[in-house]
C-alpha cells in the first residue's frame, strides 16, 4: 500500500461562447489563482468551478447567470467537446452560441474576472492566455471533439512581446 496522499481533484466546467459573427468571449483573469493556472493579466474563456454535488450543467447555468450576468440567449451544445487537466483541476469544455454579439455585465461581487471581449478565437491565441485556454481555444478552432488533454502547457510568468493591449 502506498502512503501517498492525494488531493481531490477540482471539478470545473469551461465555455466557448461564439457570437454570430463567430467571434469568442474571453475575460481578463485578475485575481491569481497559481494552482488553478491562472494569473492577473491572463485571458481566458469563461471557466467555473462546481459546488459539491452540483452537475456540469448547473454550473455551466450558474456561470452564464452570476459571471456572465445572464448573457442573453444563449444555446450550450448537449455534447462537451473534451476534458482538460489544467494544474490540479480537470474542466470540461463546452460551447455555446448566442444570437447577441453584447458584452456581459459583471455579475454581482465577481471581482475574478473583467474586461470581456469578443474576439476572432485565431486572434486569441496571440493573447496571453491562462492554462488550458490555448489547448480548449485551439482545439475550437481545429474542430476536435472528445478531447482529453492530460497536459495544459504552463503559463509563462510574463505576457509575451505578441500580447496585444485589448
Known sequence: MSNITRLP???????????PLHEVLVGKELQPKPHLGKYPG???PPMETLHRGE????ALKRLIQ????GLPGIEIESIPHGEYWIASARATLYVGHTRSSRLPALGKGMSDVG?????????????????????????????????????CRPVSATPPDTVESL
Open 9 to 19: 481533484c477540482i471539478r470545473g466546467v469551461a465555455l466557448i461562447a461564439v457570437n
Open 42 to 44: 491572463t485571458w481566458s
Open 55 to 58: 452537475s456540469q450543467i448547473d
Open 66 to 69: 452570476e459571471a456572465l450576468a
Open 115 to 151: 474586461g470581456h471581449r469578443w474576439i476572432r478565437p485565431e486572434d486569441a491565441l496571440g493573447l496571453w492566455l491562462r492554462r488550458g485556454a490555448w489547448e480548449m481555444l485551439s482545439d475550437y478552432i481545429w474542430g476536435r471533439t472528445g478531447v482529453v488533454c492530460h497536459y
